[in-house]
T-cell receptor, first 109, second 114 residues
Framework: ELKVEQNPLFLSMQEGKNYTIYCNYS?????LYWYRQDPGKSLESLFV?????AVKQEGRLMASLDTKARLSTLHITAAVHDLSATYFCAVDIGNQFYFGTGTSLTVIP | DAMVIQNPRYQVTQFGKPVTLSCSQTLNHNVMYWYQQKSSQAPKLLFHYYDKDFNNEADTPDNFQSRRPNTSFCFLDIRSPGLGDAAMYLCATSREGAAFYGYTFGSGTRLTVV
C-alpha cells in the first residue's frame, strides 16, 4: 500500500525562524510536487521536482528531492505570517497523484 | 486565461437527493481527475479519465459516478448523498507526458448535505 507521510502534521513557528517539513513516501517515484492550500481554497502549485537531487527555490521556500531515500523536504527561511497555510506534498505514480497527510503551518508574529 | 472551472462554488443538497457537480477546462488536457477532500484531510482520488477511458479507484463508493461527454467537461454525480459525503470536491487536469507541469486544480465545490 502506498504511503505518503508528512512531518510534522502541525507546525507553529515564530516569524523570522527557519524550519523544515518532511515528506516520506513508500514506493519508487522520481516526480514529487508541493502544493499550498489556504483555508477553504483550492490547491496552488508551489514546486515540481522531477529528478533525484532536484532543488527549487521561490522566495522563502526551498524544496528538494532525494529519490533514493524517498524523501522530499520543504524548507522555510525567515518565516512570515503570509506563509500560514496547509502544505501538501504529492507523489506521481503512473500519472496519478497521491497526496501526503498535509502540514498545517501557523506563523506567529 | 486557460483554466479549470468548477461550478458551483458552494452546493447545498438534501440527504438522499441526487446532485451533480461540474468541471470544465480550456487547457485541452486529456486527463481529468476528481478528488474528495474532507475537513483537515488530504485530497483523496475518486476517479480519473484518461481521454475517454474511465478509471475508478477501488475504494470509491458506488454512490459516486462520473461522466465526461467531451474533452472539456467532466461531471461528478452523487446519486444519494449522505452526511458523510459533505466535503470539498476538487477537479484537476493534466496532460499526458507533461508531468513537469503537474496538475491544474479548479477552485473546488464545497458540498453541504442537510
Amino acid at each position: 500500500e502506498l504511503k505518503v507521510e508528512q512531518n510534522p502534521l502541525f507546525l507553529s513557528m515564530q516569524e523570522g525562524k527557519n524550519y523544515t517539513i518532511y515528506c516520506n513516501y513508500s514506493t519508487t517515484s522520481d516526480r514529487l510536487y508541493w502544493y499550498r492550500q489556504d483555508p477553504g481554497k483550492s490547491l496552488e502549485s508551489l514546486f515540481v521536482l522531477l529528478s533525484n537531487g532536484a532543488v527549487k527555490q521561490e522566495g522563502r521556500l526551498m524544496a528538494s528531492l532525494d529519490t533514493k531515500a524517498r524523501l522530499s523536504t520543504l524548507h522555510i527561511t525567515a518565516a512570515v505570517h503570509d506563509l500560514s497555510a496547509t502544505y501538501f506534498c504529492a507523489v506521481d505514480i503512473g500519472n496519478q497523484f497521491y497526496f501526503g497527510t498535509g502540514t498545517s503551518l501557523t506563523v506567529i508574529p | 486565461d486557460a483554466m479549470v472551472i468548477q461550478n458551483p462554488r458552494y452546493q447545498v443538497t438534501q440527504f438522499g437527493k441526487p446532485v451533480t457537480l461540474s468541471c470544465s477546462q480550456t487547457l485541452n488536457h486529456n486527463v481529468m481527475y476528481w478528488y474528495q477532500q474532507k475537513s483537515s484531510q488530504a485530497p483523496k482520488l475518486l476517479f480519473h479519465y484518461y481521454d475517454k477511458d474511465f478509471n475508478n479507484e477501488a475504494d470509491t463508493p458506488d454512490n459516486f459516478q462520473s461522466r465526461r461527454p467531451n474533452t472539456s467537461f467532466c461531471f461528478l454525480d452523487i446519486r444519494s448523498p449522505g452526511l458523510g459525503d459533505a466535503a470539498m470536491y476538487l477537479c484537476a487536469t493534466s496532460r499526458e507526458g507533461a508531468a513537469f507541469y503537474g496538475y491544474t486544480f479548479g477552485s473546488g465545490t464545497r458540498l453541504t448535505v442537510v
